[in-house]
């Protein structure tokens, strides 16, 4: 069982910008790369963003250019620095290893409950 907790989504004006945090226990992320996904009801949890634990990051094609992702492993947090926000970035930010966790794991214990981004046009 692993914890993880996001935090700093919010309602923004399109061409916003949000930070997002993810506190984590223990050491998940030092042998496992760090991911941040979004979550749209109706849509498959889409990666948006991947950090490897010798500092590798990529990113979806959507998020090239305006989000950049972080981890700073002596606090255990990691970021997602969001800017120039659109309306299509809308949805339940969660961070997590990647790969993920199976989805046959009961998600209560291997996914935390994610922090809303709202982008209005």
């Known amino acids: 069982q692993v914890q993880l907790v996001e935090s700093g989504g919010g309602l923004v004006p399109a061409g916003g910008s949000l930070r997002l945090s993810c506190g984590y226990s223990?050491?998940?992320?030092?042998?496992?790369?760090m991911a941040w996904y979004r979550q749209v009801p109706g849509k498959p949890r889409e990666l948006i963003a991947r950090?490897?634990?010798?500092?590798?990051?990529t990113y979806a094609d959507s998020a090239k250019g305006r989000f950049t992702i972080s981890r700073d492993s002596a606090k255990n947090m990691g970021f997602l620095d969001m800017s120039s926000l659109k309306p299509e970035d809308t949805g339940k930010y969660l961070c997590?290893?990647?790969?993920?966790?199976?989805?046959?794991?009961?998600?209560?214990?291997?996914w935390g409950q994610g922090t809303q981004v709202t982008v209005s046009s």
């Open positions: 950090l490897t634990p010798d500092g590798w990051a």
């Open positions: 223990g050491s998940i992320f030092r042998l496992n790369a």
């Open positions: 997590n290893t990647h790969p993920p966790p199976p989805d046959t794991w009961p998600a209560s214990e291997y």
